[in-house]
């Protein structure tokens, strides 16, 4: 957005001002730089408009041409309404190569849509949209305060006593019949499939077999089930129980298939994966089943689809399949997942999470496009650990999160997340990644990290963009004592060294390079010791 979009609002203000007091102001605006007031791209549109006054027509419509496909790309990429749209018409922006081609374009007439229109929302401009108010239904206003007589055995909100009303962004009503949205639920636990065929299969059998063949089915299957009552053990057990006429009837008892039209084979058949009977097949296989056959059923008539926690019991390969099988499958939708997975929220973009808690709801959709990318390809980082802290301490390796705790407990007599703070083995190339989702929350968080030789290098320039109040940078100015290893060594004798490690070295040297070789064995018997050893300033300053 220009300058002067920014400052239109407050025209009404500038005209009510002295003749010379707008003179001093439109002096010092226009000698502020045109890119600014006009907006960050309009040298480049200035550059085309002096140079397509010389353009050939030809020239002139390939331009056109190019800044159409381009708005129907991000139409496509970016709006689900289009999204639907294009995908329903069979229309792809990159088959478009000259005006005739958009006779496949579902152009969107304005009673479709201008219903909804209205300013009436949380940046009060006239758009087209939903609002959503939870209010307390005043029909239930004396069984309210019946209950609020009894206010001390109250756990929960009464839910029953509120309602959600639906309006247009112009105010006006939306009933569930008007609403142009349709909406999928899908949680897999809670999904139960029938005793017998479940609905995919149905949709399989109805769609694959002619009436010939479901006459054939049904016949063999009653076949099968005359036949379970002539099998010899069969009769022998019906013999028996025939004997007992009188005991339990009068008339002959026997056990048998029902063959009637009642009982069906569609009833009977269980879906098997592998020869497996479904019920039987591992939890996570059963989990990403129920939600993909959900989707089959549901997918194609709704916008919206809600999925809860995909990843119950499943491994972070069938997760990514599975995943990757939703996008699929609602490609022009809007998912809306609830997980606890980091695997699955890095995996679909950290820059589309919602952090919703008591106090605030927080979007992450400003962080560096490298970033998300960077999330994206490695989805292994626990990035919802920084996300859910209360407060976050990054180290570069398992040895110094050993550290770290141990300085934690002795300073606090407790471990950090007792007081909900996570210490977090991030590795040092991941450090600015996790600092951009930390500024983007305004998390408090501090970070540990080696000189590796050159503090100003490697610290001052390296962290430079993340210098704000809430991130705390901590490391030991000292060349000498490059790594985490020697900086414990400086300040502790040999002997104390020695006795926590059960090693013999004699001198600081050779004990330095066993430090080194085994970084996390001694960080382990340094955590474990109630010796008292001394640890690093600069981690001190981590865990205040």
Known sequence: MSLEDQLYPLLDSYNALPRWAQSVLGTVYRRLPQSWRYGARYNEFKRIAIAGEKWSVEEIQDYQLR?????????ANHCPFYQRSFLRAGFRPEN????????????????????LRGSINSQRKDSVGLKIEIEFNEDYKEDYARLLERRSEIRAVPVEYYRANWYSF????????SL??????????????????????????????????????????RQLKEQFSKEQFIQEINSGLSQRRGAITEKD?????DISQKSNWEASLVPHLDDLPFHLIGKGEQSALKILLALERKAEDSQIILVEEPENHLSFSSMSKLIAAIQKKCAGKQIIIATHSAYVLNKLGIEKVV???????????????????????????????????KRAILVEGPSDELIVQKAYLMKHKKLPLADGVDVINVRGLSFPRFLDIAKELQ?????VTDNDGNYEKNVTAKYKPYDIPTIKICADRDGDARTLELQIAKINTLALLNGIFGTKHSDMAALTEHMLNNKTECALKIFETDKDIRLPEYIQNAVQ
């Open 355 to 389: 952090l919703l808690n008591s106090e605030k709801i927080i979007s992450l959709n400003k962080l560096p496009p490298d970033t998300q990318s960077y999330f994206k390809k490695l989805s292994g980082y626990d990035t919802l650990r920084l996300i859910l802290a």
């Open 253 to 257: 008892l026997a056990i048998g298939i």
């Open 443 to 447: 998390k408090e968080v501090a970070v």
């Open 170 to 177: 112009a105010n006006r009503p939306i009933t569930q019949r």
């Open 67 to 75: 800044q159409l496909r381009a708005v129907l790309h991000h139409a």
């Open 180 to 221: 142009p949205i349709g909406l999928s639920n899908i949680d897999a636990t809670t999904i139960r499939l029938q005793s017998g065929t479940d609905y995919y299969l149905q949709d399989i059998i109805s769609g694959s077999l002619d009436p010939r063949q479901r006459v054939a089915l049904t016949i063999a299957y």
């Open 96 to 115: 478009v190569h000259s005006p005739k081609d958009l006779k496949d374009c579902p152009f969107v007439e304005k009673p479709d849509l201008q219903y």
